[in-house]
């Protein structure tokens, strides 16, 4: 069971998903908790919900940017419009697992067939299918993932595929308009599409793993389950963001959060490569005014560590839970983002410098990254 929200709404809790069984009751059961991974029962290329800012399209177009610079969607600028760019490019991700067979979706980012998700709509999986809006159907291999970031990076066979285009996830601003297309509810008739607004930035996912999603865009667009991996659009038909987490629908409506493709695509690059993520081995929260007020940090910056991984190397260095990270390497950490991107520029076994507040107190410590524990 997923563990209950906290105090601060800025910082959910998410419950990842594996795969899930086929039927109904499953997929009602997989939308229960704090936040859960969008990820359902097998299907092709499907789903649809009966409202205003749904539509289900099928499309076999190629995959071009809309050709516009606004964040607005307009008359000019439709919802037809980026679906019609970025949906060829959009694919259904059926698997199977020795529990069962789940569902998700990715897209496709190069022409010969490397595709983005996320990792727990493949964790486990024994086999992985891929399907395109043409009905092509192609067999995948998993060519990297990162439990801790969730994300995973898929391989299919293929020359001259539609590929998305990728935006900048720095740049939006919140009231941008955006579009999410997904193989939701793994229902037959087509990919779901859905419409909405950046509702906020800069929000931690901490997941029931341990894992800490940091820097995550939040979306009244509707993510429904089996939509985790696909694309959040902007109205330029550009990824800005991985499709990932939603909140409990008992207790909320339309809050949805997504990997911003920016923090991504270093990680992505690195899962490519094939090359080990470094790890540190803390989660922390973005220190704002707010938690300055609660915990009385005397600052208005920095990343507050809130937990410390048994056997790691911020555990090796000393750092504790109520430390402020304000430096790595000299180069001064505004928010939790900072940390995670300072991790991501180095490599298992190197040394890093990381200046802390503690109590008042500045330190500094060095810690020896590790890889990713198992």
Do not use: C, W
């Not at 859905?194 to 667009?221: C, F």
């Not at 109520?322 to 505004?334: Q, R």
Request: charged letters at 20%.
């Amino acid at each position: 069971m997923a563990t209950s929200l906290k105090d601060t709404p800025m910082t959910p809790t998410i419950k990842t998903q594996k795969a899930d069984k086929k039927s109904r009751p499953v997929v009602m059961a997989a939308i229960v908790g704090a936040l859960v991974g969008a990820l359902v029962s097998a299907g092709v290329l499907v789903a649809f919900r009966e409202d205003s800012n749904t539509r289900v399209v099928r499309t076999t177009q190629v995959a071009t940017p809309a050709d516009t610079s606004s964040s607005a969607l307009s008359e000019k600028v439709t919802v037809a419009s980026v679906i019609d760019a970025a949906g060829p490019a959009v694919v259904a991700i059926s698997v199977t697992t020795n529990s069962g067979e789940g569902a998700g979706t990715g897209f496709v980012i190069t022409e010969d067939g490397y595709i983005v998700t996320n990792n727990h709509v493949i964790e486990d999986a024994t086999s992985i299918e891929v399907s395109f809006t043409d009905g092509s159907i192609k067999s995948a291999k998993l060519v990297g993932a990162d439990p801790g970031v969730d994300l995973a990076v898929l391989k299919v066979s293929g020359s001259g595929l539609p590929v998305v285009a990728i935006g900048d996830s720095d740049a939006v601003q919140v009231g941008d308009d955006v579009v999410a297309i997904g193989n939701a509810l793994a229902l037959e008739g087509g990919l779901s599409v859905t419409r909405g607004i950046i509702s906020g930035t800069n929000r931690t996912v901490n997941t029931n793993t341990g894992a800490s999603l940091q820097g995550m865009l939040q979306t009244d667009a509707s993510i429904n389950p089996g939509n985790s991996g696909g694309p959040l659009l902007d109205a330029n038909a550009r990824v800005i963001g991985i499709n990932t987490a939603i909140a409990d629908p008992g207790s909320s409506q339309d809050v949805g959060f997504a990997i911003p493709i920016s923090s991504a695509n270093p990680i992505i690059a690195d899962l490519r490569l094939g090359r080990e993520p470094a790890f540190l081995g803390v989660s922390t929260q973005s220190v704002t005014a707010a938690l300055d007020r609660e915990l009385s940090l005397g600052l208005t910056s920095g990343a507050y560590v809130d937990k410390v991984t048994a056997s790691s190397a911020a555990k090796d260095a000393g750092l504790k839970v109520g430390d402020v990270i304000t430096k790595i390497d000299g180069s001064k950490i505004t928010d939790s983002t900072d940390v995670l991107t300072a991790i991501r520029g180095n490599r298992p076994g190197e040394t890093i410098s990381i200046t802390i507040n503690r109590k008042g107190e500045e330190i500094t410590v060095q810690a020896k990254l590790t890889g990713r524990p198992s």
